[in-house]
């Protein structure tokens, strides 16, 4: 982790104009083409979703805007980030659960089920929740959404992105999905989201080389 010095940050003049923004958030929803996961999860017996995830924080961590954070007065920037994702309980309640970010893809669908069993089982929305250096996702695989907002504590400071996966779809011969993106305005803008999205949509397609 390192600390911006914002008095010669180019976004100087950005942050300072958004960062008290009582809802300083701005979202993002488009669609991705995801057949390369889910041909690649189905070939090797792997979760789609794992996958999914695997690709989004592969190329979240390859954005730096999306590794910055706000804390107390400070921006800093993340060497990694990682997630926690929202998961279905048997009772139909869902709960979070807290997935470490792992380069490789094997590795990381063999850990994610170790972290589901866990947090399942912990049945907790207390889940690294002093930590920052996070995506908060979820997912809503029921609804294929063009649009989606969060709930929210009224808290300018939060900086963390939040991300949402929808229901896959097909067009044609392809396997979409909804995929929804909200970031801190101070830290990011649309080109920054943009960025992601294409460095994402270029992770899925190679996911049978990462």
Request: proline content about 4%.
């Amino acid at each position: 982790m390192r600390k911006i010095d914002i008095g010669s940050w180019k976004r100087r003049t950005t942050f300072e104009y958004f960062k008290d923004f009582e809802d300083p958030f701005f979202n993002l929803t488009a669609p991705v083409d995801a057949s390369a996961v889910y041909r690649f999860a189905k070939a090797n017996d792997l979760s789609f979703a794992l996958m999914s995830l695997h690709c989004s924080l592969r190329a979240a961590n390859s954005i730096p805007e999306l590794r910055l954070r706000i804390i107390g007065d400070e921006v800093v920037e993340f060497d990694r980030i990682h997630a926690t994702q929202t998961i279905l309980n048997a009772d139909d309640t869902f709960s979070f659960c807290y997935f470490e970010y792992l380069p490789d893809p094997f590795d990381f669908v063999r850990a994610g089920k170790v972290s589901l069993d866990k947090y399942r089982g912990l049945k907790t929305f207390d889940v690294e929740d002093e930590r920052l250096d996070l995506i908060y996702y979820s997912v809503i695989p029921w609804v294929s959404f063009t649009s989606f907002k969060h709930a929210s504590r009224h808290d300018n400071r939060q900086s963390v992105p939040r991300m949402v996966f929808g229901k896959l779809y097909r067009d044609g011969e392809r396997h979409m999905m909804p995929h929804s993106v909200e970031v801190h305005h101070a830290l990011a803008d649309g080109l920054h989201v943009g960025r992601y999205f294409e460095a994402l949509q270029t992770t899925m397609d190679a996911v049978g080389n990462l």
